[in-house]
T-cell receptor, first 116, second 115 residues
Framework: GAVVSQHPSWVICKSGTSVKIECRSL??????MFWYRQFPKQSLMLMAT?????????EQGVEKDKFLINHASLTLSTLTVTSAHPEDSSFYIC????????????FGQGTRLTVV | QKEVEQDPGPLSVPEGAIVSLNCTYS??????FMWYRQYSRKGPELLMY????GNKEDGRFTAQVDKSSKYISLFIRDSQPSDSATYLC???????????????FGQGTILTVHP
């Protein structure tokens, strides 16, 4: 299957600082990538849709000024958690689809963020 | 009512058993159906991908979709301890445009296969 790489796999940061998470499609181009958040023993919650060359589309209830998304190229999207607080601690996962003839979604390894 | 319902379990079976995992959904527009396996602290791994109704088999895994009943299943034959994970069903309505990859997930079923 297609490969989506996410980095870092885990990060610990101090409250009030910002953290950047990268999501890369390694063997295909993705005009659209998706960012999810997952709490322990719960399913994935879509946060936003990242579109290459344009603004991200955020789901209802997700603060766009706190969760900054940049889709700089067809293989890279970044999620920046700004002024992080302990309640932002979670598991963040990105996904992408090769598109056109292949519509299944492939996920990154996830990033566990802990804000202390 | 959630768009996709999945029994969270947990489900515990002995090694070698046949496992049946199921999801029901309410949105008749869903056409693409996926099953993911997620190990603890890892991203979901795509297991099966099915379009519309029918069966699909891949090794020990069989996916079934019954759109008339809005019901999908994943069967695991000869289950192994390494199959212990959370299994998520996911689905979406269309393939094109910016909806690529925008999925609606079930809650996930926690499966344990004990030796």
């Amino acid at each position: 299957g297609a490969v989506v790489s996410q980095h870092p796999s885990w990060v610990i940061c101090k409250s009030g600082t910002s953290v950047k998470i990268e999501c890369r499609s390694l063997d295909f181009q993705a005009t659209t990538m998706f960012w999810y958040r997952q709490f322990p023993k719960q399913s994935l919650m879509l946060m936003a849709t990242s579109n290459e060359g344009s603004k991200a589309t955020y789901e209802q209830g997700v603060e766009k000024d706190k969760f900054l998304i940049n889709h700089a190229s067809l293989t890279l999207s970044t999620l920046t958690v700004t002024s992080a607080h302990p309640e932002d601690s979670s598991f963040y996962i990105c996904s992408a689809s090769p598109g056109v003839r292949r519509t299944e979604a492939f996920f990154g390894q996830g990033t566990r963020l802990t804000v202390v | 009512q959630k768009e996709v319902e999945q029994d969270p379990g947990p489900l515990s079976v002995p090694e070698g058993a046949i496992v049946s995992l199921n999801c029901t959904y309410s949105n008749s527009a869903f056409q693409y159906f996926m099953w993911y396996r997620q190990y603890s602290r890892k991203g979901p791994e795509l297991l099966m991908y099915t379009y519309s109704s029918g069966n699909k088999e891949d090794g020990r895994f069989t996916a079934q979709v019954d759109k008339s009943s809005k019901y999908i299943s994943l069967f695991i034959r000869d289950s192994q301890p390494s199959d212990s994970a959370t299994y998520l069903c996911a689905m979406k309505a269309e393939a094109g445009g910016t909806s690529y990859g925008k999925l609606t997930f079930g809650q996930g079923t926690i499966l344990t296969v004990h030796p």
